[in-house]
Structures are given as C-alpha cells and as structure tokens.
C-alpha cells in the first residue's frame, strides 16, 4: 500500500514537473522562436542557477510539444553546429492559445494565494494584536499594488 502511494506521488510530482517546464518553455518561446539550448539557459538564469533542465528532459518535451501542435520548426541548421544540428522552435497559435489559457490560470491560482496568503495573514495579525506589524504588511502591499497596477497599464488596455 505504501509503494503505491510513493509511485503516485512520484507520479503526481513527475506531472507537475513536466507542466512547469511546459509553461516555461511556452513562455520563453513566447519572447523569441529559441533552440533547446537557449531554452535551457534561460530557466537556468530565471531560477538563477537553481535549475537547469536535462537535455534528456527538455528534447523529449519539445518533441512532445510539436507533435500536439503546440511549437513548430521555425529553421534547421546543421553547417558550424557542434553536436549536429540546432533546431530553432517558435509557437504555433495553439501554443499561444495554451499560453493565454496557462496565463488565465495562473492569475486565478496567485489571486487565491495572496487572497489565502496576505490578506488573511493581515487578518490575523491583526486579531493577534500586530496591528503595526499588519499596517507595514499593507504599506508594501499598496506599493506593490500601485507598481503592478502601473506595469499592468503599459501591457493591457484599461476598460
């Protein structure tokens, strides 16, 4: 019984592992069409050095990506490229339609966190007796607020 329930968590956390390189590797290519090794270097400078996907990982990812119609070969060089081949990846529009799906997701899963997080941990603080320590929460909470609130208006029309 054990066992299995080790597999599935094993099973659970592969999912999640691979859904999290699928996001990044949608949202890198999101930026510029990129080859494997860019792809690689990139999540190792964002998680500042933290991780670096294994090729063994990320090819078969990006092979999986293609044949789901996701990316798609945007060139094929094989003159001066050490190893054999670069192959360069650009999204296709299912991938940028995952992507915005991906991105709907993620507002709604960190809205719910920082609902659960934030405001509730102002609460208790405030229940507790912290009232200063909740009032210096929500003086960096406001700021932050105020800075997204200006990055959000260069990137969306406001209604």
Not at 27 to 50: D, F, N, Q, V, W
Not at 62 to 77: A, T, V
Request: glycine residues 8%; proline residues 2%.
């Amino acid at each position: 019984m054990k066992m299995q329930e080790d597999e599935e968590t094993q099973l659970k956390g592969a999912k999640a592992f691979r859904e999290s390189l699928l996001w990044l590797v949608l949202r890198i290519l999101a930026e510029k069409p990129s080859h494997g090794y860019e792809i690689m270097k990139k999540i190792e400078e964002m998680t500042h050095g933290r991780w670096k996907p294994a090729a063994g990982t990320l090819y078969p990812l990006l092979d999986s990506m293609q044949n789901e119609g996701l990316i798609e070969i945007k060139s094929y060089e094989q003159e001066g490229v050490r190893g054999g081949k670069k192959i360069v990846y650009g999204l296709t529009t299912n991938g940028w339609l995952l992507l915005k799906d991906q991105l709907i997701n993620k507002i709604s899963i960190y809205t719910s966190m920082i609902n659960y997080i934030i405001l509730g941990g102002i609460e208790s603080m405030k229940k507790q007796g912290f009232q200063s320590e909740a009032n210096e929460v929500c003086s960096n909470l406001m700021e932050w607020i105020a800075k997204l609130d200006e990055q959000i208006g260069k990137y969306c029309e406001k209604k």
